[in-house]
Nanobody
Framework: QLQLVESGGGLVQPGGSLRLSCAAS????????MSWYRQAPGKERELVAT????????AYAGSVKGRFTISRDNAKNTVYLQMNSLKPEDTAVYYC????????WGQGTQVTVSS
């Protein structure tokens, strides 16, 4: 059974940092492209960052480029999102996504940036 379980969300002040983790199971993790999406209240879900299965190439939304870093540990079947210099507009539920033909989602983790 394929599972994606996110963790690491929480409340942080503007300018702070958080690291999200997504533990994967039930599929060949290393062969899937892994992404983080987010959805703020009243807004559509948007792509934040992707790390591809081969070569470790990455891609970022313009709004997070230079502040967020996506990485993966294929030995641990885990993908990470390091978020630095957080802004209130980064507040959202963050979702882990696995894609290889079909697409799979985690349940999400809340990130709130507020003073």
């Amino acid at each position: 059974q394929l599972q994606l379980v996110e963790s690491g969300g929480g409340l942080v002040q503007p300018g702070g940092s958080l690291r999200l983790s997504c533990a994967a199971s039930g599929f060949t993790f290393s062969s899937f492209a892994m992404s983080w999406y987010r959805q703020a209240p009243g807004k559509e879900r948007e792509l934040v960052a992707t790390i591809f299965s081969t070569g470790g190439n990455t891609a970022y939304a313009g709004s997070v480029k230079g502040r967020f870093t996506i990485s993966r540990d294929n030995a641990k079947n885990t993908v990470y999102l390091q978020m630095n210099s957080l802004k209130p507009e980064d507040t959202a539920v963050y979702y882990c996504n696995a894609r290889k033909g079909s697409t799979y989602w985690g349940q999400g983790t809340q990130v709130t940036v507020s003073s």
